[in-house]
């Protein structure tokens, strides 16, 4: 069994929401490729482990084990999303409060952070992830999602295939 920190010290895993400003929007699979720059940047100069990750039109969830002596998350999201945003700027207009601060106006300010308890909590979270483009329509099943690391887990022998579809529903 691994070892999974309590409480906000360097090395923890952690799973994260981070969403759009405008949930209507589709900005995210729209330019997934200037998403998947920031991420690739970012994590080139502050690496962590990308346990999970699953990007949605608006939204994305992943799961991140941050380096030994390393709980500095929050950079990496402020990069992540400055560097995002910068790529789909003409795209995102920001409303008046967002332009007084200087802000881009795609990301939501705040996101959704929690601290891996232990295995199973890691396994929920895991399962939550790769369920979610079919939990919000976008897919028939997991495997039909093309963004998402539900594919490496599959090869991993984790999940089959079937997994997350009518004929093979996530555990509740």
Request: proline letters at 8%.
């Amino acid at each position: 069994m691994r070892t999974y920190l309590r409480d906000r010290t360097p090395g923890g895993c952690y799973f994260f929401t981070v969403n759009l400003a405008d949930r209507k929007r589709s900005t995210l699979t729209e330019h997934i490729d200037a998403l998947r720059d920031a991420f690739r940047r970012t994590l080139a100069d502050h690496p962590v482990q990308v346990d999970a990750i699953v990007v949605l039109p608006d939204h994305l969830h992943c799961l991140w084990r941050l380096p030994p002596g390393d709980f500095d998350y929050p950079m990496r999201w402020r990069l992540i999303k400055t560097r995002f945003a910068a790529q789909v700027a003409d795209d995102v207009l920001p409303n008046a409060s967002r332009q007084r601060r200087g802000e881009r106006g795609v990301w939501q300010r705040r996101y959704w952070e929690h601290l891996i308890r232990d295995d199973a909590d890691h396994a929920r979270h895991l399962d939550y992830i790769h369920f979610n483009p079919v939990k919000h329509g976008h897919a028939a099943s997991a495997c039909d999602w093309p963004y998402s690391s539900f594919h490496r887990w599959v090869a991993r022998g984790v999940y089959t295939k079937e997994w997350g579809s009518a004929s093979c529903p996530p555990p509740p």
